[in-house]
Structure formats: structure tokens, C-alpha cells
T-cell receptor
Framework: NAGVTQTPKFRVLKTGQSMTLLCAQD?????MYWYRQDPGMGLRLIHY???????AKGEVPDGYNVSRLKKQNFLLGLESAAPSQTSVYFC???????????FGDGTRLSIL | DQQVKQNSPSLSVQEGRISILNCDYT??????FLWYKKYPAEGPTFLIS?????DKNEDGRFTVFLNKSAKHLSLHIVPSQPGDSAVYFC?????????????FGRGTQLTVWP
């Protein structure tokens, strides 16, 4: 039982490069979320999706884009990476809004 | 503007004793609260939750207490074990949320020593 799987686990980018983080869940969950966690901070919501084909902005969406073309996948894109986007990124999913979110193990991203 | 606050960055407790982790919130619309545990290099794992219609919820060694008038909740771990050493996040969801958005505190590092 994989649950929520994030790829890659680590990545180093140069400023201005682009990349996509992949989140896949095998629990048939409708709701999916992308968070970032910075030192001394709680998790902050970047974008979320309430179903296939739908996405919306969270608390810190600037510099990121997302897509949910398939129910099981939620992609987070960085169009032009900046050092301020150095962080650990977590994806989460839940089958209903009143149910706990299940998290992946995170992607550690460093931007030089 | 931190709506969920965990004012103690760290807590150190001896094995076998009680660990009490605290969380305060400012938004009176919050009606569902969760605690997550996080080990290094892993994602947060759901631990226990409580709805605002209750003031206590138990699950084995873990109990969460909610004081709505004080906008305060606490997680009690009894007895504490070395494997409980982790970062604990408090999270809250607002009443009527159609999105399930959670607001997280900054976490408390719990260390349980033998």
C-alpha cells in the first residue's frame, strides 16, 4: 500500500530553471494539496484540488502552478525557480474534507 | 498572521512520564482540530483529532483536550516512549470549509529520553 508517493525525493536546481514535482495517490482520494515547509515554520498551503480538472490557490501560490489531469496525480510546477523556493514540499490527499489528510514523504528542493 | 500557535518549540520528557503538548488558536471559526507527528525525512502522520462538539478524545496513549473558551488544545501522551520523539504539529480546519484547508502550527519537537 503506497498511499501518497512523491517524486523526486531530492533535487538541486539553478535559479531560473524549471521543474515539476509529481504527487501520486492510490487511495482514490478527491482532495489533494501541496504544502511547503520552511525551517521554524508550519506547513503552508500552496495550491489544492477538489477533484480531477480543478485547482485553486492556497496561502502562498506565487511562483507555482499546478495541474490535476488525472484523479490520482497532482503536479506542482516551478516555472522559473528562485532561491526563496528552497524548501521541503509535501503533498497530501484526503477522500473527504472532514477526513484527515495523508501526506507523502516530501521533496527536498534546493535552488542555488 | 499565525492562526494556530505552538509556543513551545521543544519539549523534553523522561520515558514513562506524561508529555503535554500545547496549541492555541485565534480563529473562532475553527471547529476541527488534528495532531500530526513527523519523523525526520518523512511526511507528517495523522495521530488524533477532535471536533469542537467534544472536549476530549482518546486513542490509546494519546488524548487530546479542547478548551473552546480559551481557544486552547493540548495533546497528552501517557506513558511517553522514546519512539514518540518527533515533531508534533497542531492543525485546525474552519467550520463550513468546502476545501478542507488546514492551518498548521509551527510544531513542537518532543524528545523522550530513557
Amino acid at each position: 500500500n503506497a498511499g501518497v508517493t512523491q517524486t523526486p525525493k531530492f533535487r538541486v536546481l539553478k535559479t531560473g530553471q524549471s521543474m515539476t514535482l509529481l504527487c501520486a495517490q492510490d487511495m482514490n482520494h478527491e482532495y489533494m494539496y501541496w504544502y511547503r515547509q520552511d525551517p521554524g515554520m508550519g506547513l503552508r498551503l500552496i495550491h489544492y484540488s477538489v477533484g480531477e480538472g480543478t485547482t485553486a490557490k492556497g496561502e502562498v501560490p506565487d511562483g507555482y502552478n499546478v495541474s490535476r489531469l488525472k484523479k490520482q496525480n497532482f503536479l506542482l510546477g516551478l516555472e522559473s525557480a528562485a532561491p526563496s523556493q528552497t524548501s521541503v514540499y509535501f503533498c497530501a490527499s484526503s477522500w473527504a474534507i472532514n477526513q484527515p489528510q495523508h501526506f507523502g514523504d516530501g521533496t527536498r528542493l534546493s535552488i542555488l | 498572521d499565525q492562526q494556530v500557535k505552538q509556543n513551545s518549540p521543544s519539549l523534553s520528557v523522561q520515558e514513562g512520564r506524561i508529555s503535554i503538548l500545547n496549541c492555541d488558536y485565534t480563529n473562532s471559526m475553527f471547529d476541527y482540530f488534528l495532531w500530526y507527528k513527523k519523523y525526520p525525512a518523512e511526511g507528517p502522520t495523522f495521530l488524533i483529532s477532535i471536533s469542537s462538539i467534544k472536549d476530549k478524545n482518546e486513542d490509546g496513549r494519546f488524548t487530546v483536550f479542547l478548551n473552546k473558551s480559551a481557544k486552547h488544545l493540548s495533546l497528552h501522551i501517557v506513558p511517553s516512549q522514546p519512539g514518540d520523539s518527533a515533531v508534533y504539529f497542531c492543525a485546525a480546519r474552519a467550520r463550513g470549509s468546502t476545501l478542507g484547508r488546514l492551518y498548521f502550527g509551527r510544531g513542537t519537537q518532543l524528545t523522550v529520553w530513557p
